[in-house]
């Protein structure tokens, strides 16, 4: 019956390309295998795609210049969303980490994209001690040690995250907002979404802590279109700052609705706002003067990260927006990882990959210093704020040049 | 595929249809169920061995509610609602979400292992430990319960109604899962669901011992179904499905099987729930959207609606397609992109058309393939020409000596005092008194529009009155359910014929039985000693009474009888009246659309009843049917009795000859005008 | 905000809400009134007339919030869009109903419910591969005139939004009462047989309905579009969803209930979420429903049909 695996690859261009242009110079490579498990079809398929780009265009690049001597990798594509579910489906994800698993050539793997399906698969990545690295599942609860005992039975951390976790971001902007923003009252919403809930949930903790008083907590549904309702309670309610966890599918309607109704309001997000589809959605003058943060240090100026963008616009024709910097990263550093392993002599396996990405240090990373700490969060808890100011000389919809840097949130 | 859907028709073969591939059948069974064992060695990869499992998921979860939407025919749109109702009964009470103060009360439940005493610094807390295996019965107990809660305000509604209130049950029951977070941990899902342990040994997260549970699961309740529908309580949710109305007076309870088909189909939901979350050892709210419970219908539909075998199939296919068939068919054709050089093909990507390719689907197998992959309503098998050419008989029924005789009490059976009915402002009867002797033959007759059948509606307990008494041995019959009424011993016939048309013969005159059978859901799925000793008693008094048409129904026994012809139709629903053994019958016009040899026949059937003893009262407009059978004649006309006597009399009586021939004269002076 | 104005905002909020599901629940209680069936790609098909109301305007050179009009040309181009989406959308459920339910008009049973639940997933996976996931920026070329209430506010838009929305339900209530055409849709609905027998075309009566149900969901995202400045491939659930509820409400089959349903059920969600939070509002219109259907089975002005046995 069931006798194939479903999953289907992508032969990278180059790679294959290598491969086949000269067979005799790399027959020797040990090929290695990274799974990428996203949300490919169904509600997310859209971000799904841009985050797998910044994997895609990484492991292009490793093959190419050959940065791991005797190791060619192939990065295979695992769908965690199925019709059934209509969206990510944790049972599809469960299948999906058994296959890698169940697969000795799997060194290491991207994703998942939701920390609902980070939930149902960690506990089985942990008995296979198959190391991930997730670019955007920001739910604290997977790496919190308090739950150890589920989700990493095995003992060693096998969830690593290139993104901050809601018990960072959403905290530090609170105290920005408390401190810089000078808010004494501020209005809590969330999407209903596993992120939103704790970006919101941890935001208003720390706005309660620092004496802002919160004037109201509510929930949208993403899938309805109209806020005018609660825009108007929030409006009766005249708080100075309007705080949103949450992405841009309820996003984009909050900001324009948001700039008719309480357009004198601070509005904020986290990095679910910081997005090329809200810039394109919701669109000048409504977006003007939101709030993002991103869990990452700023560098600005830095050449890299304008040549990445550059690079990544050749080959996708799109800009890259927050999630696929996050993934980039995440497949730096497995082949860093695989880099070291190899360098020692040793075979590459899952193992010794495990522990070479637990030890780890990507000293320039886009998102700077990359360490992971023993529960595999990152050491470096750098919350950065953004703010959308319109710049007329660049394209409206590219969220490099319309997000103005305006400082670092401070840590509680 | 032929031969595969001629496996699974035979296994879905039901008695006395044939005999013969029994032995088939049980083979095929014990080769299936031998791949699917051996299934975890052959192919020894945990992802699809997964991936399996949660086919049987969906399999168990579309064989719950098949039995909702396929066998009662209760459009239910919001299923996924008991599935989530399950998951968090035991995400909840297996887990550290729901931790209250320690106290004395927790004592005798920790003794019982259901609770632990536990401390994180603090005072001590209460940790639920629910074994999986006691989780699995009660969360069906738990989640019948909701379904009988969520079907209760939905029984007075028509099926679109229904489609919509439990669409809207299974837009809150996730809404509540994701906002009170303090039980359910919201959207952020519950953490650390525990897994199930067998003689101390955790089932940890390799998919094979989930596997087995699975396909434990799916055979279990593919055993409970099939049961479930050969038995007392399959046939009534078919009526109900086929026509509540006729169902219902044939003694079909439809508040409680309706209720009954709720809390099975609940059921089955939530030991997947458990199930389910056991294997995930997570549950978000997301899990259990309309998506979910659409694309069950999807499955349901696919395999076929009530076949039991269909939409094990529908489900185990469309999750197969979606997970496997169509990424590796995207594979296939981007590596012949590849080779062929188009990069057109190596674009193309199923897996973001599932969904698309579900609707296409969907709306070919409507158009072409209404009844599913295994449709549920069998092939009939062929008549002979012997069998298709039935004599007309003379002298009433055969084979009466199986019949026993009726031994009515003396004095009045049916006593219709003063009833009235109103249909806004238009009375369909007004005041009419009517006696029914034990024993007696009594004909209502009348010009069209004159009440005969809003008299039997109100008798049957159809239509309310709006004054009256009508006593039946005494006993007041108004305000009674139509089932009660069939109960007390009064059965009838309806003059446009309501049989259940998908069924056959057997089926039919099985279901009126319905009332004098007591087999529950429990005894029906355990074939206890009495519920076996029920059904062939059943079966045999069923055969009795076809008996007595002769070769007209015994032929067409395995016949559905919506191919009858109208004449055997109308025998049929005469022979399921009589199943239900009743003191009284009513029957509606029962020679209409004969020819008259045929309503000769049948009249001196009916009298050879009479002959029986049993009690009759008759709608008729074929006069000589009425002279010969009936003692007494009652006229309506425009609600109202206008005469009553011997058919004599009433032949005679000058009122009775206004109505009926006042009418032809006036319609045939209009024929006359029209005709200019 | 005094606690008037904020009743006041809520209001116009809910009002300006009901009256769009007014329009959607339209076109479910025209089809339903005559074949008796839940159309589920009634969701859809509104939804894709809300893409062809946005490439409509796009295609006469507006694009996001950057072009205001006034006067004739406002005018013209918002007669433009209503026009090319209401005539599309009529043209998208013709097909529907003559190729994929005629053929099941006497099949008994949930088939043809199931064709359109189909139809319904085929036309948002085929906008989803076409056109993208993403929030659009629908063009908006009403000019932002403002009519303050107190401390409240009403915009145009909402002005324009209740005003189309009464004027097709006048339109539509008329035509079913007094036209001819109208008649011979009520006697339908009624008793297709009869009317088939007294010379009544049945097929071009459930086709026309069908006609005119998909333009009203077409108008209605024209009206969405204008409104929220927003097309999105998945905004036909969440509001065809309501709607329905709206016409079940109101007494499905009848014209006069899916206005107050639509209405009703706006100024529920408006008035819920001022109240509970956003949060609870769907518990509480699916609640309400079931409330209301317990008590009258066939909804607020809707009348229990007499057994047709």
Aim: glycine share 10%; charged share 15%.
């Amino acid at each position: 019956m069931i006798t194939r695996r479903s999953t289907f690859r992508i032969a990278t261009g180059i790679a294959s390309a290598a491969v086949l242009g000269s067979p005799a110079a790399y027959a020797a490579d040990q090929a290695v295998k990274v799974g990428i498990d996203l949300s490919f079809t169904g509600a997310d398929a859209e971000t799904a795609a841009r985050i797998a780009n910044g994997a895609i265009l990484a492991f292009e690049d490793a093959n190419a210049a050959h940065t791991v001597k005797g190791v060619t990798f192939e990065l295979v594509k695992y769908d965690d969303a199925t019709a059934t579910a209509g969206q990510y489906d944790p049972a599809q994800a469960a299948t999906n980490a058994r296959k890698m698993v169940s697969d000795k050539d799997y060194i290491a793997a991207i994703g998942p994209q939701m920390s609902g399906a980070g939930k149902a698969m960690s506990p089985i990545l942990s008995a296979g001690n198959l190391a991930t690295i997730t670019p955007s599942s920001t739910n604290p609860d997977i790496t919190d040690p308090k739950f150890a005992a589920e989700y990493r039975p095995a003992g060693k951390a096998i969830y690593f995250r290139t993104v901050a976790t809601d018990a960072y971001q959403g905290p530090n902007m609170a105290n920005y907002m408390a401190e810089k923003l000078k808010i004494k009252s501020v209005y809590v919403l969330d999407d209903s979404g596993a992120y939103g809930v704790g970006l919101a949930d941890a935001f208003q903790k720390q706005a309660e802590a620092k004496g802002v008083k919160v004037l109201g907590r509510d929930r949208l549904d993403p899938k309805a279109a109209d806020y005018s309702a609660i825009l108007t309670k929030i409006k009766a309610a005249a708080p100075d700052a309007l705080y949103y966890g949450g992405v841009g599918q309820a996003g984009v309607k909050l900001a324009k609705q948001a700039y008719e109704i309480i357009p004198n309001v601070i509005k904020a997000g986290g990095d679910g706002m910081q997005s090329a589809d809200l810039l394109k959605g919701a669109g000048f003058p409504a977006v003007q003067g939101w709030y993002a943060t991103v869990a990452s240090p700023h560098v600005t100026d830095d050449p890299k990260t304008a040549k990445f963008r550059e690079r990544y616009f050749a080959r996708f024709k799109i800009y890259p927006d927050d999630y696929t910097v996050t993934c980039y990263t995440a497949a730096q550093v497995i082949i860093a990882a695989a880099q070291k392993v190899a360098a020692t002599g040793k075979p590459v396996t899952r193992d010794a990959v495990r522990d070479a990405i637990q030890n780890v240090a990507l000293p320039d990373s886009m998102l700077g210093p990359i360490q992971f700490d023993e529960n595999g969060d990152l050491k470096n808890k750098i919350i950065s704020v953004f703010q959308i100011q319109k710049d007329d000389k660049h394209p409206l919809d590219d969220p490099a040049s319309q997000y103005k840097y305006v400082g670092v949130a401070p840590m509680s | 595929m032929k031969a595969l859907d001629a496996m699974f028709t035979s296994i879905a073969v039901r008695p006395f249809a044939g005999m013969a591939p029994e032995r088939r059948r049980a083979l095929g069974l014990l080769v299936l169920a031998a791949v699917l064992l051996a299934f975890p060695y052959i192919h020894d990869n945990d992802g699809d061995i997964d991936s399996a499992a949660n086919a049987m998921s969906y399999a168990v979860l579309a064989l719950g509610l098949n039995i909702v939407v396929g066998f009662a025919g209760l459009l239910d749109l919001g299923y996924a609602a008991f599935f989530a109702i399950g998951a968090y009964y035991y995400g909840i009470f297996s887990s550290f979400q729901v931790m209250p103060p320690w106290s004395g009360f927790w004592d005798p439940f920790a003794m019982l292992g259901l609770v632990e005493k536990i401390n994180r610094g603090g005072p001590d807390l209460v940790h639920f430990t629910l074994s999986f295996w006691l989780a699995l019965p009660t969360a069906a107990v738990v989640t019948a319960f909701f379904g009988i809660l969520f079907g209760a305000p939905t029984l007075r509604l028509r099926g679109d109604y229904l489609a919509i209130v439990t669409l809207g049950f299974g837009e809150i029951v996730p809404i509540v899962a994701r906002n009170v977070d303090s039980v359910t941990n919201g959207a952020a899902g519950l953490n650390g669901i525990q897994a199930p342990k067998l003689f101390g040994h955790s089932f940890g997260v390799s998919a094979t011992p989930y596997y087995y549970v699975g396909l434990a699961l799916v055979a279990l309740l593919i055993f409970v179904s099939l049961r479930l529908r050969d038995s007392r309580i399959g046939r009534a949710w078919m009526a109900i499905r086929e026509d509540a109305t006729a169902a219902s007076a044939m003694g079909i309870n439809l508040t409680r099987f309706k209720l009954m088909a709720f809390a099975i189909g609940a059921a089955f939901a939530g030991m997947t729930g458990v199930y389910f979350v056991a294997k995930l050892q997570t549950a978000t709210p997301e899990m259990f959207n309309f998506a979910v419970s659409s694309m069950l219908l999807v499955m349901v539909v696919l395999g076929g609606m009530g076949s039991v075998w269909g939409v094990v199939l529908g489900a185990v296919l469309l999750q197969l397609l979606q997970t496997w068939f169509l990424p590796e068919l995207t594979g296939w054709v981007h590596q012949l992109g590849a080779a062929l050089g188009a990069p057109l093909l190596q674009q193309i990507d199923f897996v973001n058309s599932t969904q698309l390719i579900f609707g296409v689907i969907l709306v070919v197998m409507m158009l072409f393939r209404r009844d599913g992959l295994i449709p549920a309503t069998r092939k009939m098998p062929a008549l002979s020409y012997a069998a298709q050419h039935a004599e007309v008989r003379r002298g009433g029924f055969v084979n009466l000596d199986r019949i026993p005789r009726w031994s009515p009490a003396p004095g009045n059976a049916l006593e219709v005092r003063g009833v009235t009915v109103k249909f806004g402002g238009l009375v369909a009867l007004n005041a009419v008194d009517l006696t029914v002797p034990a024993g007696g033959v009594v004909a209502v007759i009348g010009p069209n529009g004159s009440g005969k059948s809003t008299l039997f509606n109100v008798i049957t307990g159809l239509v309310e009155a709006n004054a009256g008494s009508i006593k039946f041995e005494g006993a007041e019959l108004l305000g009674l359910a139509p089932h009660q009424v069939l109960e007390r011993g009064v059965a009838r016939t309806f003059q446009n014929i309501r049989l259940f048309p998908n069924l056959n013969v057997l089926e039919n005159v099985l279901i009126g039985q319905h009332a004098r059978l007591r087999s529950g859901p429990f005894a029906s799925v355990l074939h206890t000693p009495g519920n076996r000793a029920e059904e062939a008693a059943a079966t045999g008094w069923a055969m009795d009474i076809i008996g007595l048409f002769g070769n007209r129904l015994m032929p067409r026994i395995a016949q559905t009888v919506s191919g009858l012809s109208y004449a055997n139709r109308r025998r049929v629903e005469i022979a399921r009246a009589l199943a239900s053994r009743p003191k009284i019958l009513l029957l509606d016009e029962p020679t209409a659309g004969m020819n008259p040899a045929e309503t000769l026949e049948l009249a001196e059937q009916i009298k050879s009843l009479h002959e029986l003893g049993l009690t009759i009262l008759l709608i008729e407009h074929k006069l000589d049917v009425v002279t010969r059978l009936a003692d007494r004649v009652v006229v309506l006309d425009h609600g109202d009795k206008i005469a009553e006597g011997r058919p004599d009399e009433v032949r005679r009586n000058e009122e009775v000859l206004t109505a009926y021939l006042g009418r032809a004269a006036r319609a045939a002076l209009m024929e006359e005008d029209h005709a200019r | 905000m005094t606690a008037v104005d904020l009743f006041v905002q809520q209001l116009i909020n809910g009002l300006s809400l009901g009256a769009m599901y007014s329009l959607l629940a339209l076109g479910f209680t025209l089809v339903y009134g005559i074949m008796e069936l839940i159309n589920f790609s009634h969701f859809n098909v509104f939804m894709v007339g809300c893409m062809i109301a946005m490439l409509t305007l796009q295609a006469m050179g507006l694009s996001g919030q950057s072009v205001i009009l006034s006067g004739a040309p406002l005018v013209l181009t918002l007669l433009a869009g209503f026009g090319v989406s209401m005539v599309l959308c009529g043209f998208i459920g013709v097909g529907i109903e003559r190729f994929l339910l005629r053929p099941l008009r006497d099949v008994k049973g949930p088939a043809a419910m199931i064709t359109t639940i189909g139809v319904s997933y085929v036309l948002f996976n085929l906008v989803l591969l076409t056109l993208g996931s993403d929030s659009k920026n629908f063009p908006n070329p009403l000019p932002p005139v403002v009519f303050p209430i107190g401390g409240a506010v009403l915009r145009l838009r909402e002005v324009l939004i209740w005003i189309t929305a009464a004027v097709m339900m006048f339109a539509l209530n008329y035509f079913t009462r007094y036209t001819k055409l109208g008649k011979a849709m009520r006697a339908t609905a009624q008793d297709p047989e009869a009317a088939r027998m007294m010379g009544v075309e049945v097929d071009r009566v459930i086709m026309i309905s069908f006609f005119i149900g998909s333009a009203l969901a077409g108008a209605s995202g024209m009206i969405f579009g204008l409104y929220y400045n927003l097309a999105k491939v998945d905004i036909g659930f969440a509001a065809g969803l309501r709607a329905f509820t709206a016409a079940v409400l109101g007494g499905i089959g009848n014209v006069p209930g899916a206005m107050l349903g639509g209405v009703l059920i706006g100024l529920i969600e408006a008035m819920s979420a001022q109240a509970l939070g956003s949060a609870w509002s769907d518990v509480v219109i699916f609640s309400l429903l079931v409330l209301v259907l317990v008590f009258r089975p066939a909804g607020l002005l809707g009348r229990l049909a007499p057994n047709k046995s």
